[in-house]
C-alpha cells in the first residue's frame, strides 16, 4: 500500500421523504451523515453494520454513483464532487462497482459479449472482433469459457453470473471498485471461490477495494482496514486485526460477539446481545446516534454527539471507549 487513492470529507446524503399519512410535514432520511474515511492504493477497506446502516449508499457516494447533499470526495487528489459529467466520466474509467445481485445486476436481454463489453463501446475502446477478443480475455480472467459470449445470463449459475457482473466491472481496467455484498446472495459453496477470485484480481491487476459486508467472517478475511457503520455514522475504523482483536466501541463489540463461529466448542458460549430496536434515520437520536441500545450509556451520550477521535491508532466516536487491552 502507498498513497491515498480515495479520500472522503463529511460526506452527507439525505433523501427526502414526502408527506404521508404517518407525517404532515417532509422529511428526509439520513442515510450518510458526516462521515470521513481514507482508502490507500492497494488496500481492501470494508465496510460493516446491520441492514439499513448506511453502507451501499456510501459506496455509491464513493464514486459519485449518486449526489452527496454534502462534504467531499477525492479520487488521486482531486475532488470530483465539483466535477461537470464530461469530466467525470473520464474519471470513472477508474471506478468501478460490483453490485449485490447478480440475478438483477445484468439486463437479460443482452448476450455475455454485450454486457461485458458495454464499458468498452461505451468509452469508444474497442468495437467489431477486437471488443470480442478483449472479452474472452475478460472471461478468461474471472475463470469463465469463451463459449459463453453469445450466452444469456438467464442459462449460468447465480455464481458464473457474478463473475460476469465481475469481468464488466474490470473491463475499463480501474484503480477503485466498490464490491457492494458481492457474495451474500448467493450459495455458501459460491461464496469462497468469489472471495479467492476478488482477492487473486487484487494481486494481479493491483486494485483497491471498498468491500460492503455484513458477513464478519469474509471481511475479516479479505479486509485490510474496516470501518463500523451504525445510522449513517462511522462509529469505528481502523485496522482489521485490531479492531476485531480488541474492539473500542460497544457497537464493535456486539457485532463481532454475533459472528457465529465455526468451532463446536464454542456453540454454547454466551454471546452478548443488542437489546432494542434500531432508531429511525428519518428522525435520529439526540446525542450518540448508539445511545438507545448502549449498555454502558450515560448521560453526556444522550445529548452530545461524540466527535471522533483517535485511539489507539484507531479512529472511534465513543464518548467512553473500551479498554483495548
Do not use: W
Amino acid at each position: 500500500m502507498s498513497g491515498v487513492l480515495v479520500e472522503a470529507r463529511g460526506l452527507v446524503k439525505h433523501f427526502p421523504v414526502e408527506k404521508s399519512v404517518f407525517s404532515s410535514k417532509n422529511a428526509v432520511v439520513h442515510a450518510v451523515d458526516g462521515v470521513s474515511l481514507t482508502i490507500r492504493e492497494g488496500e481492501t477497506l470494508a465496510c460493516v453494520g446491520e441492514s439499513g446502516c448506511g453502507k451501499s449508499t456510501l459506496g455509491r457516494l464513493l464514486i459519485r454513483l449518486i449526489e452527496p447533499t454534502a462534504g467531499t470526495v477525492s479520487f488521486q487528489g482531486e475532488d470530483i464532487t465539483e466535477l461537470k459529467a464530461a469530466e467525470l466520466r473520464k474519471r470513472k474509467r477508474n471506478m468501478q462497482i460490483i453490485f449485490q445481485d447478480p440475478y438483477a445486476s445484468l439486463d437479460p436481454r443482452m448476450r455475455v459479449v454485450d454486457i461485458v463489453g458495454e464499458p468498452l463501446v461505451t468509452h469508444r475502446l474497442a468495437s467489431g472482433k477486437e471488443l470480442g477478443e478483449r472479452v474472452g480475455s475478460l472471461l478468461d480472467m474471472v475463470g469463465l469459457d469463451r463459449s459463453h459470449l453469445s450466452r444469456y445470463p438467464h442459462m449460468f449459475s447465480g455464481g458464473q453470473r457474478q463473475r460476469i457482473g465481475i469481468a464488466r466491472a474490470l473491463a475499463l481496467d480501474p484503480k477503485f471498485i466498490v464490491c457492494d455484498e458481492p457474495v451474500s446472495a448467493l450459495d455458501v459453496s459460491i461464496q469462497s471461490q468469489i472471495i479467492n477470485l476478488l482477492l487473486e484480481l487484487r494481486e494481479k491487476k493491483d486494485l483497491t477495494y471498498f468491500f460492503i459486508s455484513h458477513d464478519l467472517n469474509v471481511v475479516r478475511h479479505i479486509s485490510d482496514s474496516v470501518c463500523v457503520m451504525f445510522l449513517g455514522k462511522v462509529m469505528e475504523y481502523g485496522p482489521t486485526k485490531d479492531v476485531y482483536d480488541r474492539p473500542l466501541h460497544p457497537y464493535s463489540l456486539f457485532l463481532i460477539s454475533a459472528a457465529p463461529v465455526p468451532d463446536p466448542k464454542c456453540r454454547y458460549d454466551d454471546k452478548l446481545i443488542l437489546q432494542g430496536e434500531i432508531p429511525s434515520p428519518v428522525n435520529p437520536p439526540a446525542g450518540c446516534r448508539f445511545h438507545t441500545r448502549c449498555p454502558y450509556v450515560q448521560d453526556i451520550c444522550k445529548h452530545e454527539e461524540p466527535v471522533p477521535r483517535e485511539s489507539a491508532g484507531r479512529y472511534v466516536s465513543c464518548h467512553f471507549p473500551l479498554d483495548p487491552k
